[in-house]
């Protein structure tokens, strides 16, 4: 194994996946360069089982960097929220707010393919694994090995993008004791871009459009979790249409695949010369599809503070991100605090039987559908995140 000499970039971005990505390309477009830093090869993304909500404004960004999938996008046109055994529903309808679609649905593979799409060749070194990193008064340094090369990277800003952090003392951790099963089914009749949320004792179940399919997403606690995905494919659509009722029939479903849910909160986002962003910020349950939404504001955020701030060299020719960094911490937090609490308090108000919680919780989704106010702000909050709020 060979060690070269230090090389020096000005931003460095552990994490290739779609956030990470987002950021690297808004730099360029821009005129700042970075380099993306990945442990995967890069077309593992391709087997990423994920289907993802966006919301009208993650279009509109993604847009402006030429990676949004237009074919591979199916647009939710209306919003259906109801709870199971009890009364009360309300109905969100794009028509109310002037736009093509509220959402859109896209497999999780083909938003990293159309980010991919994008780079340099030379703009990820994949497949390498970080060894050390180093912070001190004036950057940061990180030892890695790639290719079977040690290699040694001095950058002015570490921005971390690598997803679900692993046990962190700076990341609070909620369990919420339940798991998302997730596949793909056929449904009769057609979903006529209707997406639903149904919010059953056991957990959150949505289906979002793709396609001619839905994905679904089946909330469970783990040992119910289990049995779901032991089940065969007659018994899973069995249990699915029990959950969900009888306004339509499933069938056919693909692959299932799982995922354990948390609430994961960074405290602080920005240390010395280190920014964490997307889901190794914030990992939020997947209720009302906010993780990569949000994730994507973070980024962007980042990416127009510094080369707002323009680049500040030293008499080396060395960058300086001075005072950017502490204001980007601050502007993320209402979105941050805001979407986590949003999500938070929806599993943890649905996720019962406790009948007079079921009861309010009906009278909450009349009230939804009778004040359009109290409905515009969570149609809002889906179409454009923080930008909801007053
Ligand atoms: C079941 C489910 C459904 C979801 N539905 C939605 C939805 O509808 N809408 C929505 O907005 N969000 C949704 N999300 C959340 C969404 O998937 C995430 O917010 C999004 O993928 C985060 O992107 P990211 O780039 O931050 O992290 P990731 O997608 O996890 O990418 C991180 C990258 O970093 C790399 N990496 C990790 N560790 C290292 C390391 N040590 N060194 C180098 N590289 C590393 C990984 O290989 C990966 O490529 C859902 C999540 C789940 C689990």
Same mark, same amino acid.
């Given at each position: 194994?060979?060690?070269? @000499?230090?090389e020096h970039v000005?931003?460095?971005?552990i994490? &290739?996946g779609p956030v990470?990505?987002?950021?690297? *390309?808004?730099l360029?477009?821009g005129g700042? $360069?970075s380099?993306l830093?990945d442990?995967r090869?890069q077309?593992?993304q391709?087997t990423d089982? !994920?289907a993802?909500?966006?919301? +009208?404004g993650?279009?509109?960004l993604?847009?402006q960097?030429?990676s949004w999938?237009t074919r591979a996008?199916?647009p939710?046109e209306t919003?259906h929220?109801?709870q $199971?055994?009890?009364?009360g529903?309300t109905?969100?309808?794009r $028509?109310?707010?002037?736009?093509p679609?509220?959402g859109y649905v896209v !497999?999780?593979?083909?938003l990293?393919?159309?980010? @991919?799409?994008? *780079?340099?060749? %030379? &703009?990820v070194l994949a497949?390498?694994?970080?060894?050390?990193?180093?912070?001190?008064?004036?950057? =940061?340094?990180v030892?890695l090995? +790639?290719a079977d090369? *040690?290699?040694?990277?001095?950058?002015?800003?570490?921005?971390?993008?690598?997803g679900t952090p692993?046990d962190?003392? @700076?990341?609070k951790?909620?369990?919420y004791d339940?798991h998302a =099963?997730i596949?793909?089914v056929?449904?009769?009749p057609g979903?006529n $871009?209707r @997406?639903?949320?149904?919010?059953?004792p056991?957990g959150?179940?949505?289906?979002?459009?793709?396609?001619?399919e839905y994905?679904?997403?089946?909330?469970?606690?783990?040992n119910k979790? %289990?049995a779901v995905?032991a089940?065969?494919d007659d018994?899973?659509? &069995?249990?699915l249409?029990q959950?969900?009722?009888?306004?339509m029939?499933f &069938?056919k479903p693909g692959?299932?695949?799982?995922?354990p849910?948390?609430? !994961?909160?960074?405290d602080t986002?920005?240390?010395?010369?280190q920014v964490?962003?997307g889901?190794t910020a914030?990992?939020? +349950?997947p209720?009302?599809?906010?993780?990569?939404?949000l994730g994507?504001?973070?980024a962007?955020q980042l990416?127009?503070m510094l080369?707002?701030?323009?680049?500040?060299? %030293?008499?080396?020719g060395?960058?300086?991100?001075?005072g950017s960094?502490?204001?980007?911490?601050?502007?993320?937090?209402?979105d941050r605090?805001?979407?986590a609490?949003?999500t938070?308090?929806?599993?943890r108000?649905?996720?019962? %039987?406790f009948?007079p919680?079921?009861?309010a919780r009906g *009278?909450?989704?009349?009230?939804?559908?009778?004040?359009?106010p109290a409905?515009?702000?969570?149609?809002k909050?889906?179409?454009w995140?923080?930008?909801a709020?007053?």
């Amino acid at each position: 194994m060979t060690e070269a @000499a230090v090389e020096h970039v000005d931003i460095l971005i552990i994490g &290739a996946g779609p956030v990470g990505m987002t950021l690297h *390309l808004a730099l360029a477009a821009g005129g700042q $360069k970075s380099l993306l830093l990945d442990r995967r090869p890069q077309q593992a993304q391709q087997t990423d089982p !994920r289907a993802l909500a966006l919301s +009208h404004g993650a279009r509109e960004l993604l847009e402006q960097i030429n990676s949004w999938p237009t074919r591979a996008a199916t647009p939710i046109e209306t919003i259906h929220v109801s709870q $199971k055994g009890g009364f009360g529903r309300t109905l969100i309808d794009r $028509k109310e707010y002037d736009l093509p679609a509220l959402g859109y649905v896209v !497999r999780y593979r083909d938003l990293a393919g159309a980010l @991919a799409s994008n *780079l340099a060749s %030379d &703009a990820v070194l994949a497949e390498a694994e970080i060894l050390d990193i180093t912070p001190d008064d004036d950057g =940061v340094t990180v030892s890695l090995r +790639h290719a079977d090369q *040690l290699r040694t990277i001095r950058t002015k800003l570490l921005v971390h993008a690598e997803g679900t952090p692993g046990d962190d003392p @700076a990341v609070k951790v909620s369990d919420y004791d339940q798991h998302a =099963v997730i596949c793909e089914v056929t449904p009769t009749p057609g979903h006529n $871009k209707r @997406a639903w949320e149904r919010f059953t004792p056991d957990g959150p179940l949505a289906l979002l459009p793709l396609g001619d399919e839905y994905s679904i997403v089946f909330t469970l606690p783990p040992n119910k979790a %289990d049995a779901v995905m032991a089940m065969d494919d007659d018994a899973f659509t &069995a249990a699915l249409q029990q959950q969900f009722g009888q306004r339509m029939s499933f &069938a056919k479903p693909g692959k299932r695949s799982r995922f354990p849910l948390f609430l !994961r909160l960074r405290d602080t986002v920005v240390k010395g010369s280190q920014v964490w962003i997307g889901n190794t910020a914030q990992t939020l +349950h997947p209720v009302s599809g906010q993780g990569f939404n949000l994730g994507i504001r973070d980024a962007w955020q980042l990416a127009e503070m510094l080369l707002e701030n323009g680049v500040d060299r %030293d008499p080396q020719g060395v960058p300086r991100w001075d005072g950017s960094l502490e204001n980007y911490a601050a502007s993320r937090r209402l979105d941050r605090q805001g979407s986590a609490f949003f999500t938070d308090r929806i599993v943890r108000t649905f996720s019962n %039987d406790f009948g007079p919680l079921k009861l309010a919780r009906g *009278l909450g989704l009349l009230a939804l559908d009778l004040c359009p106010p109290a409905r515009h702000f969570v149609a809002k909050r889906m179409i454009w995140g923080a930008r909801a709020w007053p």
